[in-house]
């Protein structure tokens, strides 16, 4: 299977990269190739709702969506690995996310499976309530096939992040596939 991990951390060497990593390794010894890409560092700009694009052609925007949307397209998985900011993904994420109406039908007709890595420095039960039902709703919405979530409650630092089990928790999930 190959997975594309998209990346939506601005801290390269954080908390959710750490997951993505493990995550990653476990795939990959499970048989699968992985590619992680940077949305945080990458050229992307905020849709504009012009709906050039008619929901599944090109997007007058020339920048790194265009990549983006190759990939992902030529994927068997989507993984979306972000940190919790303000109880919803990075705004990053969220970016490319909202891209997705550009091919819209494409992604849907698919059926890719996907997961949701993340981390909050919060450990309220509360803390991922409005992601992961953000997240549920584009599992369904986008026809995608939901294998798992790693909700890192309690990883505010990359440190704290190493000595919890969520770590190998994303391992576990990557592995399992």
Known sequence: MKITILSGS???KGSTNILAEEFKRGAEEAGHTCEVIDVCHADLHPCTGCV???YEGPCVQKDD??????KILRSDM?????PLYYYGMSAQMKTVVDRFCAFNSSLNSRH???ALLTVAWNADDWTFDALTAHYKTLVRYINFEDMGMVLGYGCGTPAMTRRSSYPEKAYRLGKSL
């Open 65 to 70: 969506m265009e990549q983006i949307r190759r």
């Open 52 to 54: 050039h694009c008619g």
């Open 112 to 114: 890719l499976k996907s």
């Open 78 to 82: 989507i993984v979306f690995a972000t």
């Open 10 to 12: 601005p801290n390269r």
